[in-house]
């Protein structure tokens, strides 16, 4: 069984920084973010679809939407088994849900969520 949970996420103005943490609990023998072939974030703004925002393999291959580029860096620590999402120079339309995502094989896991607003 998988458990994420998101957390950071916050008000903030334009050109300001948050940290996303995401916390995986992973009960069975396969207990590290290790076993999971992909880690990522997504984001969802109001009224509008789920988008990728970047993803990380566990070969350590880094994956970013265009819109993000340079301004966020994903990243993990697997003895914490968390992964992160530092996002820099945050601008309004950065502004939704932003949610874990952890692949295994045909598996998918989500976290809840955790809502991030930048403010003009």
């Known amino acids: 069984q998988v458990q994420l949970a998101e957390s950071g996420g916050g008000l903030v103005q334009a050109g300001g920084s948050l940290r996303l943490s995401c916390v995986a609990s992973?009960?069975?023998?396969?207990?590290?973010?290790?076993?999971?072939?992909?880690l990522g974030w997504y984001r969802q703004a109001s009224g509008k679809q789920r988008e990728l925002v970047a993803t990380?393999?566990?070969?350590?291959?880094?994956n970013y939407s265009d819109s993000v580029k340079g301004r966020f860096t994903i990243s993990r620590d697997n003895a914490k088994n968390t992964v992160y999402l530092q996002m820099n120079s945050l601008k309004p339309e950065d502004t939704g849900v932003y949610y874990c995502?952890?692949?295994?094989?045909?598996?998918?896991?989500w976290g809840q969520g955790t809502q991030v607003t930048v403010s003009s």
């Open positions: 992973i009960s069975g023998a396969s207990g590290s973010i290790l076993s999971f072939n992909t």
């Open positions: 995502k952890a692949d295994r094989l045909w598996s998918h896991f």
């Open positions: 990380m393999t566990n070969g350590d291959s880094t």
